[in-house]
């Protein structure tokens, strides 16, 4: 491996690493309300434009959306670089990192209230710490 397919291999392993921890819906769902429809769907307004239909649909399996009035679609990282108009998809990338190290260690820190075993949650926020730092540095 040259030292660009070492980065490029290191990024997708952190955009699929990040997709597959983030959850769509309770991102989303700071920005909108969304409505369940059956077990599998939830429904609400489009957050990419300025519109009262509810053509807004995430599926949950699947972790992807779709808009049936503006026709965007796509999963996380999509979804914030469609809501945040200068946001690059690394950067979304970064920003949901960033997020689930403030998660972490939040939970960490119950945990240690609750007198509950932290190793894992501390070799998690180890691991974000250090993804975070080497991107910032
Ligand atoms: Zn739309």
Known sequence: MNSFEVVQSNLEERFNKIKNESCLQDYASHYIELEKIGDSYLKGKCPFE????????????KQIFYCFGCHKGGDIISFLTFLHKEMTPIKAVETLEKQKFKQKVNELKIALRNNEDPTDLIEEVKLLT????????
């Open 50 to 61: 300025d519109t009262n239909d509810r053509s807004f649909t995430i599926s949950i399996p």
């Open 130 to 137: 250090k993804i975070i730092l080497k991107e910032e540095s």
